[in-house]
């Protein structure tokens, strides 16, 4: 098997689908983005971590870190389901930063032994809290919040916290299920960040999906936003077409010193239309951007899969790190300018086809006119045919590359719904499309035959094309190989 024994400096590309430019585990299973932050010069990116690569459970928090978001050092688990308030999973959760110290606060997932259906019995869902002086070091769990803090007219699907520091108070947003079948968030307030209290809620009207999954609400340029992942959405042609949705509703006229606020559904609007993405998580760095992480996969698929990873012995990764900013009044997104570092040597491409010898590289591609009805695009390979025509926008899979992937679609947003820009980052085995400039990403698997020659063609009346050989970002696993080390607990 690939890649089963790395201990030491390797470099992440190794393994035929393995990755260059994206996290992934070192073996296992990773998803939700969890506890990101930067802290003491470094940026942390926890993440879902199962040594059970085709389930993910139980889950631990693995851990990378970084200083520049370009050379990464894995370092184990940092927590484990390993007490009688998490005993089921480590589940997603956040991290704040204050006075030198970095407060993880996440969900113990248990379900006691019995015939229960976990939705109304049977489960707890405590909120946990463990803190470290050096983001490696974590103290004993303390529990903050157990099933009897939340509001009455909620099941016992409430998970997530992610907690912000706002007008020198602290929340906490929290995803619920309620039992009218409504998903909604729930927002605490603390002071010291040990005693929460319910301060109110946010949900829609009518229902808008029975569960809201890692929420994240925060303000991006004074306008709030709230990123959420509603299951149960119904499939509409061009939208909620994966099993779960992840996208944000534009909360405009929220405040925080008002009471329960009511989304409007119709400012619901994905983060990403392609196969492979949910859970995203946000923070602020000290360049004072809004920076995103999603997790490249998607929960409980059962229509396409990852089986050529799964039997490398790994499963999913993380999207890039991307930069979210407003375009006409909507939420868009772009990689880190870091990532342009990784380029290191423009690959000769002229005219509208080529093949690119490289396994990761970085397409940017301009159109010429603005003609909405026409078709434009790209191929690559045999595989994936990408093309906006008419006002929407198609990912399709022409081969099995796609283990099962086949069609998504969407409509194009700006009032002239041309193609007039794409970017394409091409990872081995994972591409993201980004649409006039980020104004619609997908984000998709793709398994082709080769993963060193891509032949490309491009679609439409092109102004300008770029290619970009990416090289690997550095990953460095030291002492802990491909094993999930367990906490390494005490301090504190
Ligand atoms: C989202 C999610 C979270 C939960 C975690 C468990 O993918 O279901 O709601 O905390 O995954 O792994």
Redo the contacts with the bound molecule.
Sequence with gaps: MADQNNVGKVNSGQGKYRLQIHLMPPAGWM??PNGLCYFKHHYHVFF?YSQNLET??P?SWGHYSSPDLLHWQFDGAAICPDMEWDRD?A???SAFTADGKMELFY?G?VKEKGEYDYILDGRQANVLYTVSRDGLHFSKKQRLLTNADYPAGYTLHV??PKVFRKDGGCYMAL?GRRTDGRGAAILYESAGRKHWHFCKELTTREPFGYMW??PDLFQLEDVWVLIC?PQGLAEEKYRFQNRYQSGYFRCDDFSLRRGDYLCDRESFEELDYGFDF??PQTFTDPKGRRLLFG?AGI?EEKRYGNGPTIRDGWQHAMTVPRELFWNHGRLCQRPVKELDELRIKRVPYEGNSGMIKAQAFDLLVEFSGIHPREKRGVLLGDDVLFVCENGCAELKFLSDAGCGRTLRSARMRTADPALRSLRVLRDTSLLEIYVNDGELVFTTRWYPKSVQETALSLIGPVSAAEVWEFKGMEVDFGEYGNTITGNRGGAD
């Design positions: 998803s939700d879902q993910g459970k889950s999973g589940y997603s959760g969900t997932n998970r997530d995803g999954e890692c992942c949910y859970a997790w929960p």
